[in-house]
């Protein structure tokens, strides 16, 4: 039995050790908004936040997850919208939607260390792939974002 905070819950699990955290949160914990695109940390559509760092949850063993506290996409708010998903919704940027939670959990992080972003920063730290090409509409968000989190 393992024991993990996910979204500042206390859970135990029984699941090998080198099972990806992305199979736990999916498969064992039943929390599906994290999505599984590639499998090899290449797309980010698994991006979850451990110990408020992005990373990429189907190339994280869970035994590495351990004593860390995991945040989902579930998780990042307190029922209320943040401002990055209400961005989201105002500038319209799903389209299929599938990497949106990814994307806000990346776009969370980044915002979170550079409140006054680039559009050349957005690129380079936003690594996150999206099959619909939205990426314009992303970085518009994003900036929209940071301007209501600087107003706030």
Request: hydrophobic fraction near 35%; include cysteine.
């Amino acid at each position: 039995m393992l024991s993990l905070t996910i979204n500042g819950k206390k859970t135990t699990v029984d699941v090998e050790e080198d099972t990806p955290l992305l199979w736990v949160l999916r498969d064992t914990v039943k929390l599906t908004g994290t999505k599984f695109g590639c499998g090899v940390a290449a797309c980010g559509a698994c991006t979850v936040h451990i110990n408020g760092e992005p990373v990429r949850s189907c190339s994280v063993p869970i035994s590495d997850a351990v004593g860390t506290k995991i945040t989902t996409i579930e998780g990042i708010s307190d029922g209320n919208l943040t401002a990055v998903q209400e961005a989201w919704i105002d500038e319209q940027v799903p389209q299929c939607g599938y990497c949106q939670s990814g994307m806000i959990m990346a776009a969370t992080a980044y915002l979170k260390e550079n409140p006054t972003p680039t559009d050349e920063g957005i690129d380079e730290a936003i690594t996150n792939i999206c099959r619909c090409g939205s990426y314009p509409r992303i970085r518009k968000a994003i900036h929209r974002a940071a301007k209501q989190m600087a107003e706030a």
